[in-house]
């Protein structure tokens, strides 16, 4: 009777997932119709559509609480209560991209009449397989099907190159003509967050492989020693997860500062909460890592050393929470031409993130395994960090001189430009922390 009850709350879960997954198809393929058409009243209801994105998510996590509470699953059906809430937070997420490109089109009707020959490039085809993927990984969760799941994750390298590809040719466009920045801009941000609806489909196709399989595809992309780490260092793993929700604090800053720019301050506080409420969680997992460091560590590493390192990628997540504090002391209007400047500089600091994590396991198996191979991979992910940081600091200084020629208000020159500085610590912070585990495995 108990496995009847379960099997019934597990297909309630199961088929929430499925009406959230056709709810975020749709905003996609609608986001990318509005998008192709210019129509703004369907854009428009995509974004509308959000907040039923939102409540199917919350909806997923209040369902699977419950049934681990009073089922107790264990194995298999605790995998796939797990992977459901997961799935669901990618799909959240997804809906945000989907909102992202529908907020592109008003910016680009003004420019209908010439956008052909501003900027000739078809993104229909990167959307196409970006669709592709998010439906094949649905199809993989909904069949238990692990092949198409893993074909899932092996397509993803094919939207990559058309974000790679797509993204150089419109930097040639704007540079043949001014009068294609504008437009380019659009264009880069709507290519991004098609590249990251392929990212969030991997994910779900890696949930999907975790049901069934018990273990997650992400970790054996090198020949990484988890058992070891988990097992007798789990430091490194805590050090992982302590990046997961630096990530997770700053992903939601350019949703901030959207509602501060639309002045819709009961949205900005509750991005703001959700924020605050992630660094919380990890100034106590910060805590708990430095409880859980041995007394003698068999590493060519020092205890002071993680120290540091800890403390760098923990000041990524503080200074998000003092963008917000400074967001929150006083509201001025922002044209349309530099809140652009400000999401595109905010979205060029956060690119140093992504690397975070194939950081640490890197060199996490190089201290542990001596595999000079991950020593390399993380030494290369590293320069890249570095290399992101520097493309802040050139962007943060392009954005400050357009401050200087546009803003004659003494304070709010003041304020934009502390604001600027705040976005470009978080790129500066993460260089510093990629310093720190270069410096350990220079050793």
């Known amino acids: 009777m108990v496995r009847v009850a379960l099997e019934r709350d597990l297909q309630i879960l199961k088929n929430l997932l499925i009406d959230m997954a056709k709810a975020v198809n749709e905003m996609i393929s609608g986001a990318m119709l509005s998008f192709e058409k210019l129509d703004a009243n369907i854009s428009d209801r995509v974004i509308k559509y959000d907040d039923q994105v939102d409540y199917y998510e919350h909806m997923v996590a209040l369902t699977a609480l419950e049934v681990i509470a009073l089922q107790q699953p264990v194995a298999k059906d605790l995998r796939f209560i797990i992977s459901t809430v997961d799935i669901a937070r990618n799909l959240e997420r997804l809906a945000d ?23 000739k490039i078809d993104i229909a085809q990167m959307a196409k397989e970006a669709l592709f993927m998010l439906e094949e990984a649905i199809n993989a969760f909904l ?15 094919i939207v990559d190159q058309f974000k790679r590809d797509y993204i150089a040719m419109i930097r040639e466009f704007m540079k043949e003509d001014i009068s294609a920045v504008d437009v380019g801009i659009e264009y880069i941000i709507i290519v991004q967050n098609l590249e990251r609806v392929a990212d969030h489909a991997c994910n779900i196709a890696e949930s999907v492989i975790f049901t069934s399989l018990g273990r997650m ?23 992982l997860r302590h990046a997961r929700l630096v990530i997770e604090c700053c992903s939601r800053l350019p949703l901030a500062l959207e509602a501060y720019y639309k002045n819709d301050k009961t949205r900005f506080e509750e991005i703001a909460k959700h924020i605050i409420d992630i660094e919380k969680e990890a100034d106590k997992l910060k805590a708990n890592i430095r409880g859980h460091l041995p007394k003698g560590m068999i590493l060519p590493v020092e205890k002071f050393e993680l120290f540091l390192y800890l403390k760098e990628q923990d000041a990524v997540a503080d200074v998000a929470e003092h963008m917000l504090n400074w967001l929150s002391f006083k509201k001025i209007t922002i044209s349309d031409k530099l809140y652009q400047k400000l999401e595109t500089l ?6 140093p993130l992504k690397f975070f994590e194939d950081i640490i396991d890197y060199s996490a198996d190089f201290l542990i395994s001596w595999n000079e191979e991950s020593r390399t991979k993380a030494k290369e992910l590293i320069r890249k960090v570095r290399y992101q940081e520097f493309l802040t600091e050139e962007m943060g200084n392009q954005v400050k001189r357009y401050l200087f020629d546009t803003t004659e208000a003494p304070l709010d020159l003041y304020y934009l430009l502390k604001l600027i500085d705040l976005i470009c610590e978080i790129s500066h912070h993460a260089e510093n922390a990629a310093d720190l585990i270069r410096a350990m495995i220079a050793k």
């Not at 905010?346 to 690119?351: I, M, P, R, Y």
Request: proline letters at 6%.
């Open 97 to 119: 991209q989907a909102v992202n490109i529908a907020q592109r089109v008003p910016n680009l009707i003004q420019y209908q009449d010439c956008l052909k020959n501003i900027c």
């Open 143 to 157: 069949s238990e099907d692990i092949n198409k799941a893993q074909k899932v994750i092996k397509h993803d390298d």
């Open 217 to 239: 595809p992400k970790f054996e992309k090198a020949p990484l020693v988890r058992e070891i780490l988990s097992r007798e260092l789990p430091v490194f793993d805590l050090l």
């Open 346 to 351: 905010l979205n060029q600091s956060l690119e």
